[in-house]
């Protein structure tokens, strides 16, 4: 099979950053589904390998983000058969999807959504599990609750904060302030369903103060080691406090006088380590599936970046470490 791969960490204007390799086609283990890719988008984790953590041999293949078509089924596969279209965000720890074909684990695969192509629905797993997880693991909301409360979107037009906004709005009962510091980054986050937009290159806690009550619930999505200091100043007493960024040191003392919650939110947990409820990754996409096939949900999808070939993903990473993209950049099969 053909796919996209790197040996050496290298500046994404360097050809060698990302090359088009062929690769032997692989074989679907128990649990497995042997999936023909069909999309694939770029998250801000794929840059970060790249740039950091060269392979030991041979090539890397990055990608996570994935929709396509089952071809093949593991001995012990139940959830899914061969024809099925899916959509799913991968193992941290496996071969990713910039490939023809890729194996996933059954249980962190959603059905597709029918009412989505291919590339749509392809920028939505790993946000969507992040925001998920951040709104009902890490915050312990339950749907239909946070009456009263509000959330904070720090990065409110980012892939994640795109769908957490949505989710939140959907599913909860909590008002959502999301921060965006550009014209169209503000409209954006509107159209996603905010209902107060402030900007984060001014100070947070006076934005957020003339908004009401300080917001029980805050979800910070890039620079948390520079936005800390207003979280502490702004959150409400006891509040909640998610971060999903890599901060090379983080001081949480501060946050002590408050008593807040801190949490880190890394939705590749569950299958890195085979957790017994990963399944609930399979459950929690087919339940956003249903949510976009009903009109409740959008794609996040906003830059097309072509096919998946080498050349196409160097320009895709160039966009993300631009720090200029909005949503999600996707990109489709050649085959």
């Given amino acids: 099979m053909q796919a996209i791969g790197f040996r050496e960490c290298l500046p994404i204007d360097d050809p060698r950053s990302l090359q088009d390799i062929d690769l032997p086609d692989p074989q679907p ?72 074909l890729h194996l996933v684990d059954e249980r962190i695969v959603g059905r597709k959504p029918a009412s989505l192509g291919f590339a749509d629905a392809a920028a939505l797993p790993l946000t969507a599990i992040t925001a998920w997880e951040l709104l009902f693991d890490s915050f312990d909301l339950t749907e239909g609750g946070g009456q009263g409360d509000s959330l904070l979107v720090i990065g409110g037009a980012g892939g994640v904060g795109s769908i957490l906004i949505q989710l939140a709005k959907q599913l909860t009962r909590l008002s959502v302030i999301a921060t965006a510091s550009r014209p169209e980054t503000q ?42 200091p207003a979280i502490a100043e702004l959150i409400a007493p006891r509040g909640e406090i998610g971060m999903i960024d890599d901060p090379q040191s983080l001081d949480i003392i501060p946050l002590k006088s408050k008593a807040l919650s801190f949490h880190w939110e890394f939705m590749f947990t569950r299958p890195a380590f085979a957790t017994a409820d990963m399944i609930v990754q399979h459950d929690l996409l087919n339940r956003v599936a249903d949510l976009v096939d009903q009109g409740r949900i959008r794609t996040t999808a906003n830059r097309d970046g072509g096919t998946i070939d080498a050349a196409s993903l160097r320009r895709a990473h160039a966009w993300q470490e631009s720090g200029q993209a909005i949503g999600k950049t996707v990109l489709v099969s050649r085959y």
């Fill in 187 to 228: 409209s954006w986050v509107r159209r996603m369903g905010a209902d107060a937009v402030i900007d984060h290159r001014e100070p947070l806690p006076p934005q957020v103060t003339k908004l009401g009550p300080a917001p029980r619930y805050v979800a910070s999505l890039t620079a948390s080691n520079r936005h800390l």
């Fill in 29 to 100: 283990g128990p649990r497995d589904l042997l999936v023909e890719v069909k999309a694939v988008s770029v998250n801000p984790v794929d840059v970060k390998l790249r740039a950091r953590m060269a392979p030991d041999d041979g090539y890397r293949v990055l990608g996570f983000d994935a929709a396509g078509v089952v071809r093949a089924v593991g001995s012990a596969v139940t959830l899914f058969r061969p024809g099925d279209e899916v959509f799913y965000a991968g193992d941290i720890n496996r071969p990713g999807t910039n490939a023809e």
